[in-house]
């Protein structure tokens, strides 16, 4: 079967994440409802598809860049979006199964202008439905029986161990007072851009790439993922709650050590040795505060900055691969989508 038709020349981010959304929406259904009718039901919660008493909504299930990049890799490198489609389920559910656990472990009461689902069934229902949810993303995988079927389901499992990882160090950083910069980096590596890497490898393996295109396109998502991040934390600074559906200052409220405060602690700045004392002092932060300093602290700037920077990194690795126009046209303008988010 060929591929679904994209319209490269005229896919604006909007669209290709339209395409995507509708090309595995039916088998990310069909996948949650292989699980017990308990955790399905947080599941579909999860993904907005029903509320909590399981009647359709029609809320926000999310951008689904994770599997508009499996299918564009997919077809980047000469393969069919439609033969990736398995592996692109697999990463959408791999991804709100660290979705699931981050807002119970972060305490987060919103996600996508809607009440968490820890806060709808208790935390350790939530936590048991991402379990199955990553369970399920390699089962789904598995069900495939393409000759690519056993590294992918390898890569996959690699990046959740490293975004388990990099989610534990994210954590532990919270209470520790000194996080030097390259150890955040190297946290952001492992919780954020690990899957998306794994993303655009396994699109490149289910179109029947080589070693070094499926490393290039593991490349270019690393370094998106990277990027990503970075303007993610500053939403997390800087973001309007209307735009994120998250409180706005949270992670500061939270003391969390990410890319721009970790760089503002770092930077030797009489801002930044005050953000220090601030984050150390008893008692809440003052948000306002705090997010003053970091901008002080010239956070702000190097981190938008550095999203540019991963950004260029990753259109590199494209062209080092020699992709096909049209693909590469679509993974570009997504990632011109996560370094454009309001910040």
């Given at each position: ?339 454009k988010r309001n910040h």
């Amino acid at each position: 079967m060929t591929a679904d038709p994209i319209a490269p020349q005229a896919s604006t981010a909007l669209d290709l994440l339209t395409w995507s959304r509708n090309m595995i929406d039916g088998e990310l259904r069909a996948a949650v409802d292989r699980l017990p009718a308990l955790l399905r039901r947080i599941a579909g919660y999860h993904f907005g598809w029903w509320d909590a008493d399981e009647q359709p909504t029609k809320a926000n299930a999310g951008k689904a860049i994770r599997p508009a990049l499996v299918l564009l890799a997919a077809e980047a490198v000469g393969g069919s979006a439609r033969a990736a489609t398995s592996a692109a389920v697999a990463v959408e559910l791999v991804h709100n199964f660290s979705l699931l656990h981050d807002d119970v472990m972060d305490g987060d009461r919103t996600r996508r202008h809607r009440p968490t689902a820890w806060t709808v069934f208790g935390v350790s229902p939530a936590i048991l439905a991402g379990d199955a949810m990553v369970a399920l993303a390699s089962e789904v995988l598995a069900d495939g029986g393409a000759r690519w079927t056993a590294p992918a389901v390898q890569w996959l499992n690699n990046s959740v161990i490293a975004l388990c990882d990099g989610q534990y160090a994210d954590v532990a950083f919270e209470t520790r007072a000194q996080v030097g910069l390259a150890e955040c980096q190297q946290m952001v590596r492992g919780k954020t851009a690990s899957l998306l890497g794994a993303s655009c490898a396994l699109g490149a393996l289910a179109g029947d790439a080589g070693v070094a295109k499926v490393n290039l396109l593991r490349g270019f998502g690393l370094h998106l993922g990277m990027a990503f991040q970075l303007v993610d934390d500053l939403l997390g600074i800087f973001g309007d709650t209307a735009v994120t559906g998250k409180p706005a200052g949270a992670d500061l409220l939270r003391r969390k050590k990410s890319l721009p405060v970790a760089f503002a602690l770092a930077s030797e700045t009489s801002a930044g040795e005050e953000l220090a004392r601030v984050y150390a002092a008893e008692g809440p932060v003052d948000v306002d505060q705090a997010r003053a300093l970091v901008v002080d602290a010239g956070g702000r700037d190097w981190a938008q900055r550095a999203a540019d920077e991963e950004m260029s990194k990753a259109v590199v690795c494209l062209d080092k691969a020699g992709c096909a126009d049209g693909a590469r046209a679509g993974l570009v303008e997504l990632a011109s989508l996560v370094v454009k988010r309001n910040h």
